[in-house]
């Protein structure tokens, strides 16, 4: 499928997984090593920025009002509020739609219930879910960032787990019990995508 110009057209790339899966690891080396147009879909946020963080590359950072309005208007492909009545998160759907007419291939790092969401704009979207080894891997690897509770840890496990039963939904699903492999595995599938939509 083309544009108007005659580019051809990009695709959307969901990718979910329960936090501690390795997507922040595994998505950075597939940026690098992926044969078609990928990028990084950034996701707007009210939270404040941390220390390094950059507006624009990191997150789009947005007042609460700004991020209302944006709402008001029906300007996001999904969007949700961290429970417990904090920050608000969400992709603003005319950044992806403009990457998408430059033939560029969009990924979206959403949860299960954001990729639902987008699925109904974007129905041909392709779907990977990233799980980890095991649930024991998980907790291992939330642990080891020493950055939570034992109350969060406890609650990210149990979205971790209602996110793992939700997997099925999703077209692919790769396991990374080793990055590079997984990494690989991710690369195939893209290539693979890209051939049949040219058949």
Request: hydrophobic content about 35%; glycine content about 8%; aromatic content about 8%.
């Amino acid at each position: 499928m083309t544009t108007d110009s005659g580019t051809p057209r990009g695709r959307l790339v969901i990718v979910s997984g329960p936090s501690g899966a390795g997507k922040t690891t595994v998505l950075k080396r597939l940026y690098q090593r992926a044969a078609v147009p990928l990028v990084a879909s950034v996701s707007a946020t009210t939270r404040r920025p941390r220390p390094g963080e950059i507006d624009g590359v990191d997150y789009r950072f947005l007042s609460e009002e700004q991020f209302a309005e944006h709402r008001r208007q029906g300007e996001f492909l999904e969007c949700f509020q961290v429970f417990g009545g904090g920050d608000w998160y969400g992709t603003l759907a005319e950044p992806v739609a403009s990457s998408l007419r430059q033939g560029k291939w969009v990924l979206l790092e959403i949860d299960v219930q954001g990729a639902r969401e987008v699925l109904k704009r974007y129905p041909d979207a392709l779907t990977i879910f990233l799980h980890p080894s095991s649930l024991e891997e998980l907790q291992r690897r939330l642990r080891g960032r020493r950055t939570d509770s034992e109350a969060a840890i406890q609650r990210r496990l149990e979205q971790a787990r209602s996110e793992l039963a939700q997997a099925h939904v999703y077209r692919y699903q790769v396991v990374n019990d080793e990055v590079d492999r997984a990494v690989a595995e991710l690369c195939s599938i893209l290539e693979k995508v890209e051939t049949e939509s040219h058949d």
